[in-house]
């Protein structure tokens, strides 16, 4: 076991040591504490495809910073799953995890700060949005399958945005594809370079260790024999120590030689500003369920990930070490305790000190707010928060105020960009299945898009007019339908439409009523009453942007 009592960053605490130091209540931040907790903050998502291996890498990220002691056997670990990282009734019941949930932990002095994005056949906005809040990215692929499809989705996203990506190969205890192979398939896939920063180690077929590039040791691992459910134990010897040699299997021993070789000369080489800028991803090998790679990868992860850096806004880039708390909503939840009627704004912290029962600017209102009963989650615990600062996400009760993208603090000019809308890509008329629940329903379905479960268009902009609901997934349907019946007991009944492709339309109004009568295209309304076209087909709405120059199409809300 190789962890030292040190910590990794500089002005980190020692591991599970609390944080020395104080600041001024509810005041601006002491500014040598604000530049060390910000310097020992990581605030990263997971993008993986389903079946990756997310779930079980969560849980050992879990166990090594000590937030769990023994990570679940097969079984015990479905139930662990829905203990630690689901809130719904439906996940449970699906074994799914539809919601995004932000955990929190500790490891060598670092706080991390793991914001859990859903990973089942369908996801959502709050995938996308869940992106934004993070500083890094952990790509998690399969070795035997590389690059998925949902990988890749998310991974674009990351690239528009520039997210510094850390690739995980995961499964390596059983038989994969060729490391190498794998990296050229990542590179011409996502046209990003790769930078291989463990290898790993084979002995036959099996899978005995990972050389750590960075520090040229080799990690060695010792089988536990309880499939993973502690750390694993593993000797470290460095590349050119000659005991290494009589330490291996000469096989082994010469497969790595001639593999260390072939990097050192035909790889990229390391390049940290082209990792911060995203176009470097640094590459590492492991195996979640064994947990064989998964300590050397943490512990480079924390060298190498940015801590939170400076925000854009309307008044230029927002620095974390800014003394007076800024921040923006990038989620809101409701409903996620059924014996209170509540609705939780997921803040992330931008800047300075987050103090609790702090009053702040809201922005968008531009009224004063005083921010209570601030949460942080350790998924289903919520544990009430004195202090957040840059990079942490807490969780605000709210009574209906706060909205997606809404800024915090500031002087009322400051505004954060960045929270993407995106166009749903499947629609369905909604129609509560009681018609004596109207009420319940409508109730039910502006809060839920206003949390940003979907989104909601009309078809007249007269009241009691016919919903339609717009979904970036198939499964947000199902969470509605779900979610209207649970908690607002208003059954719903949702009838798919073939009608799609929504284009938000702008121009002279003769032009807009001309265009929106054309065939195979359906005029519905926003929320907000803006006139947004769906087409009956890609080919329709094809000939609509070539022909149509009177008026223009945009693919979100303008
Ligand atoms: P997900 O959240 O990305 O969907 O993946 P999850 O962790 O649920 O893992 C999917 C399957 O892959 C699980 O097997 C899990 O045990 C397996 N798996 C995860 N990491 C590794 C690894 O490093 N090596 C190997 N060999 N398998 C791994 P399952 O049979 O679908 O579920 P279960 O019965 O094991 O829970």
Same mark, same amino acid.
């Given at each position: 076991?190789?962890?030292?009592?040190?910590?990794?960053?500089?002005?980190?605490?020692?591991?599970?040591?609390?944080?020395?130091?104080?600041?001024?209540?509810?005041?601006?931040?002491?500014?040598?504490?604000?530049?060390?907790?910000?310097?020992?903050?990581?605030?990263?998502?997971?993008?993986?495809?389903?079946?990756?291996?997310?779930?079980?890498?969560?849980?050992?990220?879990?166990?090594?910073?000590?937030?769990?002691?023994?990570?679940?056997?097969?079984?015990?670990?479905?139930?662990?799953?829905?203990?630690?990282?689901?809130?719904?009734?439906?996940?449970?019941?699906?074994?799914?995890?539809?919601?995004?949930?932000?955990?929190?932990?500790?490891?060598?002095?670092?706080?991390?700060?793991?914001?859990?994005?859903?990973?089942?056949?369908?996801?959502?906005?709050?995938?996308?949005?869940?992106?934004?809040?993070?500083?890094?990215?952990?790509?998690?692929?399969?070795?035997?399958?590389?690059?998925?499809?949902?990988?890749?989705?998310?991974?674009?996203?990351?690239?528009?945005?520039?997210?510094?990506?850390?690739?995980?190969?995961?499964?390596?205890?059983?038989?994969?594809?060729?490391?190498?192979?794998?990296?050229?398939?990542?590179?011409?896939?996502?046209?990003?370079?790769?930078?291989?920063?463990?290898?790993?180690?084979?002995?036959?077929?099996?899978?005995?260790?990972?050389?750590?590039?960075?520090?040229?040791?080799?990690?060695?691992?010792?089988?536990?024999?309880?499939?993973?459910?502690?750390?694993?134990?593993?000797?470290?010897?460095?590349?050119?120590?000659?005991?290494?040699?009589?330490?291996?299997?000469?096989?082994?021993?010469?497969?790595?030689?001639?593999?260390?070789?072939?990097?050192?000369?035909?790889?990229?080489?390391?390049?940290?500003?082209?990792?911060?800028?995203?176009?470097?991803?640094?590459?590492?090998?492991?195996?979640? &369920?064994?947990?064989? %790679? !998964?300590?050397? #990868?943490?512990? =480079?992860?924390?060298?190498? @990930?940015? *801590?939170?850096? +400076?925000?854009?806004?309307?008044?230029?880039?927002?620095?974390?070490?800014?003394?007076?708390?800024?921040?923006?909503?990038?989620?809101?939840?409701?409903?996620?305790?059924?014996?209170?009627?509540?609705?939780?704004?997921?803040?992330?912290?931008?800047?300075?000190?987050?103090?609790?029962?702090?009053?702040?600017?809201?922005?968008?209102?531009?009224?004063?707010?005083?921010?209570?009963?601030?949460?942080?989650?350790?998924?289903?615990?919520?544990?009430?928060?004195?202090?957040?600062?840059?990079?942490?996400?807490?969780?605000?009760?709210?009574?209906?105020?706060?909205?997606?993208?809404?800024?915090?603090?500031?002087?009322?000019? &400051?505004?954060?960009? %960045? !929270?993407?809308? #995106?166009?749903? =890509?499947?629609?369905?008329? @909604?129609? *509560?299945?009681? +018609?004596?629940?109207?009420?319940?329903?409508?109730?039910?379905?502006?809060?839920?898009?206003?949390?940003?479960?979907?989104?909601?268009?009309?078809?007249?902009?007269?009241?009691?007019?016919?919903?339609?609901?717009?979904?970036?997934?198939?499964?947000?349907?199902?969470?509605?339908?779900?979610?209207?019946?649970?908690?607002?007991?208003?059954?719903?009944?949702?009838?798919?439409?073939?009608?799609?492709?929504?284009?938000?339309?702008?121009?002279?109004?003769?032009?807009?009523?001309?265009?929106?009568?054309?065939?195979?295209?359906?005029?519905?309304?926003?929320?907000?009453?803006?006139?947004?076209?769906?087409?009956?087909?890609?080919?329709?709405?094809?000939?609509?942007?070539?022909?149509?120059?009177?008026?223009?199409?945009?693919?979100?809300?303008?």
């Amino acid at each position: 076991m190789t962890a030292p009592a040190e910590p990794l960053v500089p002005g980190g605490a020692p591991e599970g040591g609390a944080p020395e130091g104080g600041a001024p209540a509810g005041g601006a931040a002491d500014p040598a504490r604000l530049v060390r907790e910000v310097a020992r903050r990581r605030t990263f998502a997971i993008i993986s495809h389903p079946d990756a291996g997310k779930t079980t890498l969560t849980e050992k990220l879990l166990l090594y910073g000590g937030a769990i002691h023994l990570a679940g056997s097969v079984k015990a670990r479905r139930a662990t799953r829905h203990a630690t990282s689901d809130w719904m009734k439906l996940e449970q019941e699906r074994g799914i995890s539809v919601t995004s949930s932000v955990l929190q932990f500790e490891y060598l002095g670092c706080q991390l700060n793991l914001l859990d994005t859903p990973g089942h056949e369908d996801f959502s906005e709050d995938t996308y949005r869940t992106l934004v809040a993070a500083d890094s990215a952990i790509m998690l692929l399969d070795n035997r399958k590389g690059v998925e499809e949902r990988t890749r989705q998310l991974f674009d996203v990351c690239k528009r945005r520039r997210t510094p990506i850390f690739t995980l190969v995961n499964k390596c205890d059983r038989h994969g594809e060729d490391p190498l192979k794998l990296l050229q398939d990542v590179e011409a896939d996502l046209g990003i370079d790769c930078y291989a920063a463990t290898w790993p180690v084979f002995d036959a077929d099996v899978f005995v260790g990972v050389y750590d590039r960075l520090t040229r040791e080799v990690h060695l691992f010792e089988r536990s024999g309880d499939r993973g459910a502690t750390r694993a134990g593993d000797t470290v010897v460095a590349i050119d120590d000659p005991a290494l040699a009589g330490a291996m299997a000469p096989g082994a021993f010469d497969r790595l030689m001639a593999d260390v070789e072939l990097l050192d000369a035909a790889g990229h080489a390391y390049e940290h500003a082209r990792v911060i800028d995203g176009t470097l991803t640094p590459v590492f090998f492991g195996s979640a &369920l064994t947990n064989f %790679g !998964i300590e050397p #990868f943490l512990r =480079e992860f924390l060298q190498l @990930a940015p *801590p939170p850096g +400076p925000r854009e806004a309307s008044t230029g880039p927002v620095a974390p070490t800014r003394p007076d708390f800024t921040g923006f909503v990038f989620k809101i939840q409701a409903n996620m305790d059924p014996k209170h009627r509540d609705r939780v704004a997921f803040v992330r912290v931008v800047s300075g000190r987050f103090a609790g029962g702090l009053t702040v600017l809201h922005q968008r209102t531009g009224k004063p707010m005083r921010l209570a009963a601030p949460q942080q989650f350790m998924a289903r615990d919520r544990v009430a928060v004195e202090e957040a600062w840059p990079g942490d996400v807490v969780g605000i009760m709210d009574r209906g105020t706060l909205r997606i993208g809404d800024t915090l603090g500031g002087d009322g000019t &400051l505004e954060f960009q %960045g !929270i993407p809308r #995106f166009a749903p =890509e499947h629609f369905a008329r @909604a129609m *509560p299945a009681d +018609p004596m629940k109207r009420k319940q329903f409508d109730l039910g379905l502006r809060q839920l898009t206003e949390e940003g479960a979907a989104q909601v268009f009309y078809t007249d902009t007269a009241a009691g007019s016919q919903p339609i609901v717009g979904a970036v997934g198939q499964l947000q349907f199902d969470v509605m339908a779900f979610r209207l019946e649970h908690e607002y007991a208003a059954p719903c009944r949702f009838e798919k439409m073939t009608h799609r492709w929504p284009r938000w339309v702008t121009g002279p109004k003769a032009e807009v009523e001309r265009v929106c009568a054309g065939t195979g295209r359906l005029r519905v309304y926003d929320h907000k009453g803006a006139v947004v076209l769906l087409f009956q087909d890609s080919w329709a709405l094809r000939r609509a942007l070539q022909h149509e120059t009177a008026v223009t199409f945009h693919e979100t809300a303008p």
